[in-house]
């Protein structure tokens, strides 16, 4: 067990839905086959006029129904005849009467050129319409069959026909022309699919496919603010790597979504009952909890919690292994092509009610599940909450990542006190890489929310400026050094000075997250953090997991960084002459001078 911090130091949008009838002209890039192809979306441009008190109409008006009233006037604003304009379907809600309406020909009705008209005290308070005025019709009798068009929508859309009722309706195309499409339902239960396919009933060509399916979004702090008063939360559409996680969030090898915070990677639930976790709040993966309010108890947006967890130690994952944990990690299946053993996801109980003021995560070896406790804190008024905390949530899972990275995943190689020293080091500087939104590098602490104090959880702020972090590979001998957590903040603080040395040469990259490809400091800076877990040997000591990112250099990038690592090494006393005695080293290599 690693905690956040030692125990006696006590002080301590708009949502994107891909929905059925979308007011965006440009097609869902999302929209894809299995292998990548691009399928054809469906979506065309209403216009769009709001009339403020309303817009007057003839006398004869306040004696129509809903229905007749909202077709009169569609026919008279775009001088059509009768029979082109069909009511699909009306309600009135308190005052406002809505009829919603298609476009017709030949007795079928268009299913993309549609009308939406509001009204109020027998006038017209809005109206939006794609109606077309077409030349190029197709004639109303279909060639192909219907047992042909499913054929084609089950191939194309890769799912089987549902069965339900096939209608024949009029499509325009993009060049405003108008194809007669057979519509056909298809679900892949498998993969979770549920479109409808829009086919061609003269060609048999697929046109147009309705994705019934809402893309997975989370209410949530995004992984850039270290905690609730830095940032603000929203709800992400999507964030999920699917370079990272194949198969989503949800779901294990392809299969059904869990509509739960369960996955591949992470099962986050709440407090000791694994089988709490959160349900999807609506159709899709929509987990959009918005009950966090900085005078709100815990207890009252626990959803809100479970969802940042499990977005934000997912997100971790992914970052992770773009950068190259993908071997002895933490995943129910490896069919994505992991290596080592399966069936270890990491479950995170949120609010878990064993402890208070910390936050700890169990890395057993490859194979057994990982376990992460994060807790409530309760120093401040109101009480905060460590899942809400997302420097906490890192820290914790990177204790997986390098307990598992160092050694080949036994997780026994980060035991004795300097190495698990360095553990806490890294997780610390891995959460701090995450929060950065530019080439600044400030001075930063751990934990300040969730202790409401300035300095957080450890002794010093990080910093590049010894006057507000003075410590150096000699301070391990230091009698504040009490602890793997007084360790950690010693390494820590080197590689922080790695990191601004990189980044002010070789400048940042704003995509670094999902963009491993750079040549950027921060790109660079976590290609060497995980190369050099893999490389230094097992209960690295600070002169060895030195030599390891020197070394991880050499390997990855011919040693370009060489002098620039030692330099920053050096600046902290661990230069080349340091070694076991904790004597403060401040040269560096001839040739680095
Ligand atoms: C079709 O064109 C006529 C003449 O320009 C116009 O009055 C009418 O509103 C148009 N209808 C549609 C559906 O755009
Ligand atoms: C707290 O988290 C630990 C670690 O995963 C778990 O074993 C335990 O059941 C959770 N809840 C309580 C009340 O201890
Ligand atoms: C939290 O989620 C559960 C389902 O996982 C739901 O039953 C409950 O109503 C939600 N609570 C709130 C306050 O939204
Ligand atoms: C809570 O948030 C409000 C508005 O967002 C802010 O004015 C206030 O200072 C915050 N209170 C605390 C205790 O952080
Ligand atoms: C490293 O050197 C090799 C051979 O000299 C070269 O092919 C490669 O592109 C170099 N890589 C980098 C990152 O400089
Ligand atoms: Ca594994
Ligand atoms: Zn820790």
């Not at 992770?320 to 933490?330: D, E, K, S, V, W």
């Not at 957080?456 to 001998?477: E, M």
Request: hydrophobic content about 35%; charged content about 20%; overall charge negative.
């Amino acid at each position: 067990m690693l905690a956040f911090q030692s125990l006696t130091n006590s002080i301590l949008l708009a949502v994107c839905y891909a929905s059925a009838v979308s007011a965006l002209a440009t097609r869902n890039p999302h929209l894809r086959k299995r292998d990548g192809t691009p399928l054809p979306g469906f979506s065309r441009k209403s216009a769009f006029q709001v009339y403020g008190t309303g817009k007057a109409q003839p006398a004869t008006f306040a004696a129509q129904t809903v229905d007749e009233a909202a077709k009169a006037f569609v026919q008279r604003e775009l001088s059509l005849r009768p029979e082109d304009v069909t009511v699909t379907t009306s309600y009135t809600e308190d005052t406002v009467k809505n009829a919603y309406l298609s476009q017709q020909h030949d007795g079928v009705p268009f299913a993309n050129a549609v009308a939406n008209v509001a009204m109020r005290n027998n006038k017209v308070v809005a109206f939006g319409h794609s109606f077309v005025n077409s030349t190029s019709i197709a004639d109303s009798q279909p060639k192909i069959s219907q047992e042909d068009a499913i054929k084609t929508a089950e191939e194309q859309l890769e799912g089987t026909y549902n069965g339900h009722p096939i209608t024949l309706e009029y499509l325009v195309k993009d060049d405003g022309s108008v194809a007669l499409t057979h519509v056909i339902q298809t679900r892949n239960k498998e993969v979770g699919t549920w479109y409808e396919g829009f086919i061609d009933a003269h060609s048999g060509e697929l046109l147009g496919v309705v994705n019934f399916r809402s893309d997975a979004a989370y209410h949530v702090l995004p992984i850039q603010h270290q905690s609730p008063d830095q940032g603000e939360f929203e709800l992400l559409t999507d964030p999920q790597d699917l370079e990272a996680s194949p198969w989503g969030w949800h779901s294990v090898n392809g299969g059904p979504s869990s509509g739960r915070t369960t996955g591949n990677n992470i099962h986050a639930y709440v407090d000791a009952d694994r089988f709490a976790t959160v349900e999807e709040s609506a159709s899709g993966d929509v987990y959009d909890y918005d009950l966090y309010t900085n005078t709100t108890e815990p207890a009252d947006y626990l959803n809100t919690s479970a969802t940042n967890a499990f977005y934000l130690t997912n997100t971790i994952h992914d970052i992770a292994y773009r950068y190259g944990f993908t071997a002895y990690n933490f995943q129910k299946s490896n069919a994505d092509g992991s290596i080592g053993k399966a069936n270890d996801e990491v479950v995170v109980s949120v609010h878990n009610s064993s402890g208070f003021n910390n936050a700890y995560m169990y890395t057993p070896a490859d194979g057994q599940q990982g376990e992460i406790a994060m807790f409530l804190w309760d120093n401040a008024t109101p009480t905060r909450d460590g899942s809400l905390s997302n420097d906490i949530l890192v820290h914790e899972y990177t204790h997986g990542i390098t307990n598992r990275m160092t050694g080949g995943g036994t997780g026994r190689c980060l035991q004795i006190v300097e190495a698990g020293g360095m553990g806490e080091g890294w997780s610390d500087a891995l959460a701090i890489w995450t929060e950065h939104q530019d080439a600044s590098t400030p001075d930063v602490g751990m934990g300040v929310w969730a202790t409401n104090n300035p300095l957080g959880i450890r002794q010093f702020l990080y910093s590049t400026d010894k006057a507000v972090n003075p410590w150096t590979y000699h301070s391990l001998l230091d009698s504040r050094m009490t602890g793997v957590h007084s360790i950690g903040e010693v390494w820590s603080n080197m590689l922080y000075n790695v990191y601004a040395a990189l980044v002010e040469e070789h400048g940042w990259s704003a995509t670094a997250k999902t963009d491993p490809s750079g040549l950027e400091g921060n790109v660079v800076w976590l290609h060497l953090f995980l190369d050099a877990l893999k490389l230094q040997p097992c209960q690295a000591e600070f002169v060895t997991g030195r030599a390891a990112w020197i070394q991880a250099d050499q390997n990855r990038y011919n040693g370009s960084h060489k002098c620039l690592l030692w330099k920053a090494f050096a600046s902290r006393g661990l230069g080349p002459l340091a070694d076991d005695n904790y004597v403060d080293d401040f040269s560096v290599p001839a040739g680095c001078e």
